[in-house]
């Protein structure tokens, strides 16, 4: 019965411990995809809390890199495919995706916190992407206020309420949002004499490549007597070693 008594406590330590766990990852930011390592960052706009980060997508579509977003992290909201623009929702972050209209090729992608979305967009054009329950957890806590910002693509007609855009300083790409990307890496051989300095086939570390002009493959052997080798046997003596012959004799100590 002692033992059955220990197994409620012991699940909820487990429980604990892994709300926590839940919870620092949480904090770490990987709730959200982010692009900072992706794409180049083009435009920052901070105001407090207020921050809005604009990366560019070259020669991508604006539902190519909504899907890349999407399959790198589910959203929490995401609106339905448009050419034009699109919206993705991750918590407190807001992707809000466009067609450059100088450059129709590349897309815009605007990263905002939700003050930013908040204080400066006109609540009346979120309705045709985002649900009316986050439209109205945005903007009725401030009384329907905001602005009547659509986007950056459109910041020349439809200017910020609240802060200003401008090129990234050192200081901004630091503090820009951290990025969660896949990487893939490769290993490398030193002194590849034909310039090819992968490990093996394919860059594989377990096989390697054939070299008709010169074996790549080492060897240890043993070597002929007295050539040196590095597992060559010591040279032969072939003189007996000299020996001296003496006698002694021992004496006892007499007694006094």
Request: a positive charge; one cysteine or more; aromatic letters at 8%.
């Amino acid at each position: 019965m002692k033992g059955w008594k220990g197994r409620p406590l012991l699940g909820i330590k487990i429980a604990l411990v892994l709300s926590l766990v839940l919870s620092l990852l949480t904090g770490c930011g990987i709730g959200s995809p982010n692009v900072k390592e992706t794409y180049p960052l083009e435009s920052v706009s901070r105001d407090g809390n207020a921050t809005s980060y604009v990366y560019r997508a070259a020669d991508k579509t604006v539902p190519e890199v909504a899907k890349e977003l999407a399959d790198e992290k589910k959203p929490d909201q995401m609106s339905k495919e448009d050419s034009e623009r699109m919206f993705l929702v991750y918590g407190k972050d807001y992707y809000h995706l466009q067609k450059d209209p100088k450059k129709e090729t590349d897309t815009l992608i605007e990263v905002d916190s939700q003050e930013y979305v908040q204080k400066n967009y006109d609540s009346s054009f979120l309705k045709g992407y985002l649900t009316a329950v986050v439209i109205g957890q945005l903007f009725d806590s401030l009384g329907g206020l905001g602005g009547g910002y659509r986007g950056y693509s459109s910041k020349d007609t439809y200017h910020p309420k609240q802060g200003n855009y401008h090129a990234p300083t050192t200081s901004d790409k630091k503090i820009a949002p951290p990025l969660t990307v896949e990487k893939k890496g490769s290993i490398f051989r030193r002194g590849g004499s034909n310039g090819d300095s992968s490990v093996g086939s394919g860059g594989s570390i377990f096989d390697r490549k054939s070299d008709s002009s010169k074996s790549s493959r080492g060897s240890i052997s043993r070597g002929s007597s007295g050539s040196g080798g590095l597992f060559d046997s010591p040279k032969k003596s072939y003189t007996k070693p000299k020996t001296r012959v003496g006698s002694g004799k021992i004496t006892r100590r007499s007694r006094r």
